[in-house]
């Protein structure tokens, strides 16, 4: 199979997601970000063209861009007792071939268990968890794909569900111009087992794309990222006052993010989530609700990446990552 029928396949699947129903999904941990550098420019980014294995938590198909045998370790900071874990790991086995896998862990801690008239009977623990592998094939001319499969578990006291979930990502850079472009369907998939008997939900499926490209005479990177591309209903975007104007649905839909880049081994990132911040300050945030900002250094083979970001109303995040290349 040649590389323009291998493009054509991931296409015709990409344009298939588009039918996914709009309606409330679980599993929604996995719209936080793992990666600090993605964190920092928003928390969407499926573009960037840098060696980070952090990037294939977004698109599998970034996964050609990470070295071989390259490990990594996630930590953030998140609502109060909640402590998120990540890793991931890359294996490059030929010029065309990278193979990885990931790892999500969602800890809530311990909360008391009450009765109808609000004693408390004893106490409880939830988490969420995905485990995933993933597949990267280069196709030349800076082209590549990825395929994620991913395995979900959710256990909140004595409920809970799994599901399988896939990504299906498109990646292209173009070195001579500091460009890059991608896209990707994240969580096709279905629920092996739900809450209720009775009752099935939706996987937070979300077709996202974007470009990321450098000016040629300034150590400036502009990354621009429309997510939820399907969605378009006024109920799917919360505003509890009144309902949003066409012009706000549509930037709900964008994240933009802009590294500083003074040295080939430190960055300097920003970002704006358009949807977050609305969504934010209609729960009471303050005017700072959308922004992130970050960092991270490259030295031989070890790289690290800090983020803050606002996800919550009552709190704030940061984001660790380390990765080193064995």
Not at 26 to 39: E, R, Y
Not at 72 to 101: C, P, W
Not at 235 to 248: A, L, M, T, V
Not at 291 to 309: D, E, R
């Amino acid at each position: 199979m040649n590389n323009r029928r291998i493009l054509s396949l991931l296409f015709v699947l990409l344009t298939g997601c588009i039918q996914a129903q709009e309606k409330s999904s679980v599993f929604n941990f996995l719209k936080i970000p793992i990666a600090a550098h993605t964190a920092a420019l928003g928390g969407e980014n499926v573009s960037l063209a840098i060696d980070d294995p952090t990037l294939i938590f977004g698109n599998p198909a970034q996964a050609s861009q990470v070295n071989d045998k390259s490990i990594n370790l996630d930590y953030l900071s998140y609502i109060e007792d909640t402590k998120v874990l990540g890793a991931a790991f890359t294996k490059v086995y030929s010029v065309r071939h990278t193979f990885g896998a990931t790892a999500q862990l969602f800890s809530y801690g311990s909360m008391d268990e009450t009765d109808e008239a609000g004693n408390v009977i004893g106490s409880f623990s939830a988490k969420d968890m995905a485990i995933s592998a993933l597949y990267s094939y280069t196709m030349g001319k800076g082209w590549s794909g990825g395929a994620t499969c991913r395995y979900i578990f959710s256990k909140y006291s004595e409920y809970s569900s799994t599901a399988i979930g896939v990504d299906l990502g498109l990646h292209y850079t173009n070195e001579e111009k500091d460009f890059s472009f991608g896209v990707v369907a994240k969580n096709i998939g279905t629920q092996l087992s739900s809450f209720h008997e009775d009752h099935k939900e939706h996987l937070p499926f979300d077709l996202q794309m974007g470009v990321s490209t450098k000016l040629e005479h300034a150590p400036f990177r502009f990354s621009f990222t429309m997510r939820d591309i399907t969605r378009w209903s006024n109920d799917y975007y919360y505003n509890p006052e009144k309902k949003n104007s066409f012009g706000r649905k549509l930037f709900n839909h964008f994240v933009i993010g802009v590294d500083f880049l003074p040295t080939k081994n430190l960055y300097v990132a920003a970002g704006y989530n358009f949807r977050r911040a609305n969504e934010l300050k209609a729960a009471g945030a303050a005017h700072g609700a959308g922004l992130s900002v970050g960092c991270g250094i490259n030295v031989k083979k070890f790289k690290a990446g800090v983020a803050y970001a606002k996800y919550h109303v009552s709190a704030s995040s940061l984001l660790f990552n380390v990765s080193y290349s064995l």
